[in-house]
């Protein structure tokens, strides 16, 4: 085996590049086996993808740390870790880039056949002629070097990866019991929130202060292990953080924003632990909207367009903050997070002088302030919300949180002895009911894409001819997610057209939730078209498809 792999790739030195074809097919290398499922067709293109494969006796990982879900989540990431360091010193060979996030991942998997690393690997070439040579020693050496290193029981750290498994439980249970105990978010004590710089997602290492609970919100966890963790609860409702410029207030509330993810050990944020459905909302002018209801916040536009299903090729920044808001709520956020610094200032207030010089019948914006409690009131989603510059939100807020040099205090009585008690609440109920829109399902499918969805990146989805932008969906953290949204895309694609020759079109957020079942059922995998290598992808929530649906300029929805 090993030896005809040899012979063929030496034989193949100097030909043309697309004689690497015959290469498909299955080896065994002595630690390992080595599939190669695709094999690309020219040096440019995307790299060749293969798995190599030990036996599960080989690789003896301790039964009881993958006998349940989160535990192979986290032996996986584990796994994926150590590969992706033994490749980066193999050129071009790559199992992705894993950042401070444990996610679910189709990288590594535990299957019949037993452990298997899905790697890609760029095939040698000098121009676009074979260099055999090459190929023969990365194949037969570097690869079943690089499977003896990470996956063979003797090279596996058990107690680290103990520890990852056993760290990743405790978060997860963690997160399991913020609902019921009212709770948005939770912030250990002595946690590292600030990030090194802009572009790292590492911690500060010189001069962080470590986070420190108010006691009036503090709050203490039993965690499987046996571990106890203490910190701020954020309680469910409207919860108002305040205080001086660079005082670390959108740290805390980005910290909040990643902790729907667990982080790993070393992070700074293990303990920054969000509920799994919280959704970050902020402007974005310039993005699309399709036929979403607006009306609470934005009604009798001097056009006279029904914001009850508004549409625009190019929303400004409160109606883009409008929408983003309401699909997340349709999505079925349960809390949002929202920060002044990104956010437009005529969506969030409107200050008393300006109610008295522009009449509220002539201002087609109800500004936030006026509609988050009906938010929490009607349909139950809470609010975390940063505000340094006005105290407008006083009125409103549940709890007042300042931070005074990266400490938060609890400033709650302070804040309401100045609040406006006079602050109205609106008669009538003004969200109505959940609402679904139905995509129109050969706009899902346009007739000149020819080509599967993929991911440029982490911010941009390649769509047939469009690209859909998701700088702004702060929630997307890795690029092996926004592959898995591209993925979801086309599947959902099939779906809707499926659906409508059967039955009638489906419903946005039930086709979503269709996937998001297929996926816990067959694993992540299930997203990709075809069987073998699925490619690299992260597991995505639910919010990030529906936000890059939303954003797909070419949608079109079914009036109904
Ligand atoms: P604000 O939103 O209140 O203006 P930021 O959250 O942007 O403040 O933080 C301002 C600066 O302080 C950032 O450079 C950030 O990294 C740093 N910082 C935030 N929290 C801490 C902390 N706990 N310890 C040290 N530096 C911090
Ligand atoms: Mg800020």
Redesign the pocket.
């Known amino acids: 085996d090993k030896d005809e792999l040899v012979r063929t790739l030496t034989s193949l030195d100097g030909r043309g590049y697309g004689s690497y074809k015959q290469l498909k097919g299955t080896y065994d290398l002595g630690p390992c086996r080595l599939l190669i499922d695709h094999v690309q067709t020219d040096p440019f293109a995307p790299p060749s993808l293969m798995r190599l494969v030990v036996d599960a006796e080989a690789a003896n990982l301790p039964q009881d740390l993958i006998d349940d879900c989160r535990g192979r989540v986290a032996v996986t990431d584990f796994l994926a870790r150590v590969v992706a360091k033994e490749a980066s010193s193999l050129h071009g060979v790559s199992i992705g880039t894993p950042q401070q996030e444990v996610l679910e991942r189709t990288s590594i998997a535990l299957t019949d056949q037993g452990l298997e690393a899905r790697i890609s690997v760029q095939l040698p070439a000098a121009g676009r002629r074979i260099k055999g040579r090459e190929a023969s020693r990365l194949l037969t050496e570097d690869l079943p070097r690089l499977a003896e290193r990470s996956l063979l029981h003797a090279s596996i750290d058990v107690d680290a990866l103990r520890a990852h498994a056993t760290l990743h439980r405790d978060q997860e249970a963690l997160r399991d019991q913020l609902a019921e105990r009212h709770l948005v978010a939770f912030v250990g004590d002595g946690a590292i929130?600030?990030?090194r710089s802009g572009d790292s997602d590492l911690p500060?290492t010189d001069?962080?202060?470590p986070f420190d609970s108010p006691e009036s919100l503090r709050v203490t966890f039993d965690l499987p292990s046996g571990r106890q963790v203490s910190g701020m609860g954020v309680p469910d409702g409207v919860t108002v953080i305040v205080?001086g410029?660079?005082?670390?207030?959108?740290?805390l509330l980005r910290a909040m924003e990643r902790g729907v993810y667990p982080h790993l050990e070393g992070d700074g944020r293990e303990w920054a632990i969000t509920r799994g459905d919280v959704g970050s909302v902020r402007a974005e002018d310039g993005r699309a909207v399709t036929g979403v209801d607006i009306s609470p916040f934005i009604s009798g536009l001097p056009s006279g367009t029904d914001t009850r299903s508004f549409t625009t090729t190019n929303a400004s920044g409160s109606t883009s903050q409008a929408a983003s808001l309401v699909e997340a709520v349709d999505a079925g956020a349960s809390a949002l997070l929202i920060d002044e610094?990104t956010s437009a200032t005529n969506f969030m207030i409107r200050d008393e002088r300006m109610r008295v010089l522009i009449p509220a019948d002539r201002e087609p914006i109800t500004p936030f302030v006026d509609r988050i409690r009906p938010l929490y009131k009607e349909r139950g989603v809470s609010t975390v919300l940063?505000a340094?510059g006005s105290g407008a939100f006083f009125d409103v807020a549940d709890h007042v949180i300042a931070?005074d040099e990266?400490v938060p205090r609890d400033v709650t009585d302070q804040a309401r002895a100045l609040a406006d008690e006079a602050s109205s609440e609106p008669s009538g109920a003004v969200f109505g009911p959940a609402r679904s829109r139905t995509p129109d399902p050969d706009s899902l499918r346009p007739a000149d894409k020819k080509k599967p969805a993929t991911a440029r990146g982490r911010d941009i989805i390649r769509f047939g001819r469009e690209q859909i932008e998701l700088a702004a969906v702060s929630q997307l953290v890795d690029s092996a997610q926004t592959e898995a949204v591209a993925k979801a895309l086309d599947r959902l694609a099939e779906l809707a057209a499926s659906s409508s020759a059967n039955q009638g079109a489906t419903q946005l957020d039930a086709a979503i939730r269709d996937l998001f079942a297929r996926i816990d059922a067959d694993g992540l995998e299930a997203l990709s078209p075809h069987r073998g290598h699925p490619g690299h992808l992260a597991r995505p929530r639910p919010l990030e498809v529906h936000a890059a649906v939303n954003r797909y300029r070419g949608l079109q929805v079914v009036r109904g």
């Not at 410029?245 to 740290?251: D, F, I, V």
């Open positions: 929130l600030p990030r500060l001069g962080a202060v205080g410029g660079y005082h670390g207030k959108s740290t610094d940063v340094g931070l990266y």
